[in-house]
């Protein structure tokens, strides 16, 4: 959310870097790339990187300053009608496949049978809500028709979406994510090829120099030159500096070298980007453990936050992909990108029930202002807003 924007304040424009010469020599922006497939497994060998050891530290840091306290955030600025009525436009395709099959299902009905129940937990199901997230939702419906609490399908709708907000609050716990007093705040971004990593750093890169930080980015995705060469771009649209090294490098030595320039420059922020498909999965784990390691040695308490992407077009494979993740580098905080070309949204509602991860961002659009801090009442009551009410 964007309240961790906005903890240190003070710096001047003059004392913020300019972008650097590592940005020469970029090739005209390209179109973005097309989605790639995000199974992990179904990638075909590609030649071995280079295995340079990771150099040992030589500068040693100084020890961060305490965190800034949460009641120290600025409260976040009202949202203007016109960006929520983005959002549910944006989500219109899960809309159609959720709320408004539901709003069909009912139109007329007088009581719940049955019949009724069972076409809802479809919907439900084919929503990717998940089947135990379905599951749970029409215990509850059953529950209160039992206990005569719920009378009409109207009603039912209400208890559903009430469920659904609860559902979704649970990882809506209070910003424990804080930027260090002193020293860069560092990101590093992960998840497989495809799923948005690049772009939304990208996006993220914005709002942070928006807010007025200093911002590094760190091409640690070494296994495609058209990787470094696409956050360069993104490294130009935003003026901030890019550091990179030729295709095939190890990634631990530019995030390295990328963390002794945060450190030396006083940057506010240090967002890393990573490869997402390497020649086997294990081999893409090692080497996420490896540059986690290689950071932490740089700023012990860093990285602040471990970000996974996740596609939300792919449905219930998010999780797995969460999950395989988590279990390797200890996820602190979920995008969901691309929202807005999908009807598969219901998977917001799954991911925070089953990971309780908190998400920080959804991706609705490809347009820099695209990525929206993830407000989860918001969510609920753009995906429940009914048909074209304002
Ligand atoms: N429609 C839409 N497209 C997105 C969104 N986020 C990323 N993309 C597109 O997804 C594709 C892959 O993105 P990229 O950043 O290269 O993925 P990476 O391989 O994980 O770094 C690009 O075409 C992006 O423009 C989003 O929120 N909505
Ligand atoms: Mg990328």
Known sequence: MLGWFKKKFGKKQEELPTPSEEQLDLPEPASPEPPLTTDLFSEPPLPDLETTAIPEPAVET??????????????????????????????????????????????????????????????????????????????????KLKRKELADPQTLKKVLKEKIRAFIMETDRPAELVMPEKGPFVIMVVGVNG??????????????????????????????????AQLKIWGERNNVRVVSQNEGADPSSVV????????????????????????TQVNLMEELKKIKRVIAKKIPAAPHEVMLILDATTGQNAISQAKLFNATVDITGLTLTKLDGTAKGGIVVNICRELRIPIRFIGIGEQLEDLRDFDPGEFVEALFQEKGKP
């Open 256 to 279: 390295f070298d990328a963390m002794d320039i945060a450190i030396a420059k006083d940057y506010d922020v240090v967002i890393v980007d990573t490869a997402g498909r390497l020649h």
């Open 62 to 143: 100084a020890p961060l300053q305490p965190l800034v306290v949460p009641d120290r955030v600025e409260p976040l600025p009202k949202k203007t009608s016109s960006l929520f009525q983005r959002l549910s436009e944006q989500l219109s395709k899960t809309k159609e496949a959720f709320v408004y099959r539901i709003d069909t299902l009912f139109l007329g009905k007088k009581e719940i049978d049955l019949e009724l129940l069972d076409n809802l937990e479809e919907i439900l199901i084919t929503a990717d809500l998940g089947v135990s997230t379905t599951e749970e939702l029409l215990d509850e419906a059953r529950r």
């Open 195 to 228: 799923v948005g990593k690049t772009t939304t750093i990208g996006k993220i890169a914005h709002k942070f120099t928006k807010a007025g930080q200093s911002v590094l980015l760190v091409a640690a995705d070494t296994f495609r030159a058209a990787a470094v």
